[in-house]
């Protein structure tokens, strides 16, 4: 009786991993300090800590029949801030792959990011960051299986409410002003009454139907990986009276032993909603592996959006360098230089960083 119990216990402990097995965890941590080298502000100034954390669950369940569900949370941690990146769960199968939840689109998380080759987390010249739409809440997306190298996807996402309609206040009892004064017309006083309207508000889009579609096709044979997008995003999302944003784009990149060839270029029309927003801007680079160490060096133009997303005029310039030396296969010292020129101030900023990164 008790050899059985110690039998059936040992059993138990031996086959509780495999209930795990499927869960992997992953991510990496990243420790940068940057000297920033602008001077017309005084927060950047100086040399500054820049700290990131990667956290990434995957789990995965064999369904039989040739089909899987798979599900990713992924967390991330900058500078003592926390926020959610990837939430998903979906189905692969011979059909392709479905997914559902928190995700990026295909324009930003597979064509615009082929122009990540730098080993810096903190410095960054990827083009098209004022007009992309980052990761969208209640996405929908399928990947069709590869043919011969082809595959396309189609997604659907359901941005998150961005604002609703003009707000109104209503006072009574106003002293002090009467109808034929300048604070009486501009408020719009009638008798004892005053009604202020929010003029900062928008009639914005505030359902939960889908805002916005991604269309995107991509071969890969040999070394070499193409993939174009289309994306529109309702014009309701941004406001009443505005126009539908579209950006199409396109990434190429080419692996010849250890070196790997880049590019990306981008084309906006009515960016944020706005008919004159159209935009455009492109990026080259190339990354070589020698031995520990892989060099990049890269080079973007794009036309200068201001901070508010609206486009301004010239063009921004920006090139960088960087260079990884693996100690491990987990674990590299970072040094990274970015040289910047904004368009339309024609003013420089040259920022310089180092980092230590690991990878589990």
Do not use: C
């Not at 926390?82 to 939840?101: C, H, I, R, W, Y």
């Not at 005053?194 to 044979?221: C, G, P, R």
Request: glycine share 12%; no cysteine; proline share 1%.
């Amino acid at each position: 009786m008790k050899k059985t119990l110690i039998a059936a216990s040992v059993a138990a402990l031996v086959a509780a991993p495999a209930a795990f097995a499927d869960v992997k965890i992953g991510g990496n941590v990243i420790q940068e300090f940057v000297s920033d080298g602008d001077d017309t502000g005084t927060s950047e100034d100086g040399l500054e800590s820049k700290a990131a954390v990667d956290l990434v669950f995957s789990v995965s369940e064999d369904l039989g029949n040739g089909m899987s569900a798979f599900a990713k949370i992924h967390t991330l941690r900058d500078n003592g801030g926390s926020g959610n990146a990837d939430q998903v769960v979906g189905l692969k199968g011979d059909f392709g792959t479905v997914v559902v939840g928190r995700m990026e689109d295909f324009s930003e998380g597979k064509v615009a990011a082929m122009a990540a080759n730098d080993a810096s987390d903190a410095l960054s010249i990827e083009p098209n960051g004022a007009y992309n739409t980052g990761r969208n809440e209640g996405g929908m997306a399928y990947v069709s299986p590869s043919f011969n190298g082809l595959t396309f996807g189609v997604a659907g996402y359901a941005l998150p409410n961005m604002g609703s309609s003009a707000t109104v206040t209503t006072i009574t009892a106003v002293s002090g002003l009467s109808s034929n004064t300048a604070s009486a017309q501009t408020i719009g006083i009638s008798g004892s009454t005053a009604t202020l309207t929010n003029q900062d508000s928008s009639a914005k889009d505030a359902d939960a139907n889908i805002d916005a579609t991604d269309i995107m096709i991509e071969y890969s044979n040999a070394g070499l990986t193409v993939r174009v997008a289309r994306e529109n995003v309702d014009s309701k999302v941004y406001g009443a009276s505005l126009e539908d944003q579209t950006t199409e784009s396109i990434g190429v990149s080419y692996k010849m032993g250890d070196l790997t060839l880049s590019g990306y270029a981008f084309d906006v029309d009515n960016g944020k909603g706005v008919s004159t927003n159209d935009t455009d801007g492109y990026f080259v680079g190339a990354k070589m592996a020698m031995g520990a160490n892989t060099f990049a060096i890269s080079y973007a133009e794009e036309d200068d959006v201001s901070s508010a997303g609206t486009k301004e005029s010239g063009q921004d310039k920006n090139m960088m360098v960087s260079v990884n030396h693996a100690l491990s296969k987990r674990t590299s010292i970072t040094a990274a230089f970015e040289q910047n020129e904004d368009g339309s101030t024609s003013a420089d900023n040259d920022r310089w960083a180092v980092g230590l990164k690991h990878v589990f």
